[in-house]
């Protein structure tokens, strides 16, 4: 039997510390011993209440924060104790979108120029093919041509979430790690930027590794879903079975919270409009 694929990332024992506030507190770890694989074309959601260690978790694994212990291993090469030189090839790989849409944006930069900033950087700008592949990435996140003039105050939250992804995707990336990435956005256009999101991976087969306080949201999107609570992930599993059986007490306290998929209500009848 051939093994199988390695994963795309493989996180062990990950530990991320901030220094104490006073100094007789021992700092407590905001991750504190986290593992998960996530394999290429797969959507792990992590998912648990605010401050629980979702983006800590995030930074580490984007090589933004050196973590005090652990591995992050991103296809077989160990990120931790990398150098700065050594990381830049692989950070095109590996593209964070952040939760505020604007806050990832220049202000004064136009959305043609930011989309075509990767490229730049990275030594991909062509001046013969350059525009046209701005103007593929923004046709491939349902934007206009014309959005490509305005600049970000210019934009909707969505328009601009949607240019983050853009920004992305223009460096080929085989993860992203998205932080919330529809949470700020007005929930009627949710919706559309998930539906986008899952569009690119079937399209592109990038990994996923999608944070997000609320699993009623990536009930739908997320292959499998970890739970973390306190710098720990307290369960794993496929979505639907994490959502419909849930086995940890945390869990259960994270189902129920969401009405909506609680598996009690699916029994219970719709109460009688008045
Ligand atoms: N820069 C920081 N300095 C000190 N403590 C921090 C910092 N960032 C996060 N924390 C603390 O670490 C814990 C985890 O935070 P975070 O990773 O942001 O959680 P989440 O994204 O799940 O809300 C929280 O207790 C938070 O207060
Ligand atoms: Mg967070």
């Known amino acids: 039997m051939t093994d199988p694929a390695p994963p795309l990332l493989r996180v062990r024992d990950l530990v991320v510390r901030y220094p104490a506030r006073t100094r007789r507190a021992e700092p407590v770890p905001a991750v504190d011993g986290v593992s998960f694989d996530l394999y290429a074309g797969e959507t792990l959601a992590l998912v648990g209440e605010s401050g629980c260690g979702k983006s800590s978790t995030a930074a580490a694994v984007l090589g933004l924060?050196?973590?005090?212990?652990?591995?992050?291993?991103?296809?077989?090469?160990?990120?931790?104790?990398?150098?700065?030189?050594?990381?830049?090839?692989?950070?095109?790989?590996?593209?964070?979108?952040?939760?505020?849409?604007?806050?990832?944006?220049?202000?004064?930069?136009?959305?043609?120029?930011?989309?075509a900033e990767p490229l730049r950087v990275q030594g991909r700008w062509d001046r013969a093919t350059g525009p046209d592949r701005v103007a593929e990435l923004l046709d491939r996140v349902g934007l206009d041509p014309e959005h490509g003039d305005r600049l970000p105050h210019e934009l909707s939250g969505g328009q601009a979430q949607r240019v983050g992804i853009a920004r992305a995707l223009a460096s080929q990336p085989r993860l992203m790690v998205l932080d919330e990435p529809v949470s700020a956005l007005d929930s009627s256009v949710r919706a559309g930027v998930l539906n986008l999101l899952t569009d690119l991976q079937g399209e592109l087969g990038v990994g996923y590794l999608f944070i997000c306080h609320d699993l009623a949201l990536v009930r739908h999107l997320a292959h499998r879903v970890a739970v973390m609570h306190g710098g720990r992930i307290v369960e794993t599993g496929p979505a639907r079975r994490v959502c419909?059986?849930?086995?940890?007490?945390?869990?259960?306290?994270?189902?129920?919270?969401?009405?909506?998929?609680?598996?009690?209500?699916?029994?219970?009848?719709a109460p009688s409009a008045p």
């Open 244 to 269: 419909a059986e849930p086995e940890h007490p945390h869990t259960r306290e994270l189902v129920a919270a969401m009405p909506s998929i609680a598996p009690a209500t699916a029994a219970t009848p």
């Open 65 to 115: 924060r050196r973590p005090d212990g652990g591995s992050v291993c991103f296809e077989g090469r160990e990120l931790t104790g990398m150098d700065e030189r050594d990381l830049r090839p692989l950070r095109p790989a590996l593209q964070p979108v952040f939760q505020d849409p604007y806050g990832s944006l220049s202000p004064r930069l136009r959305v043609r120029d930011a989309v």
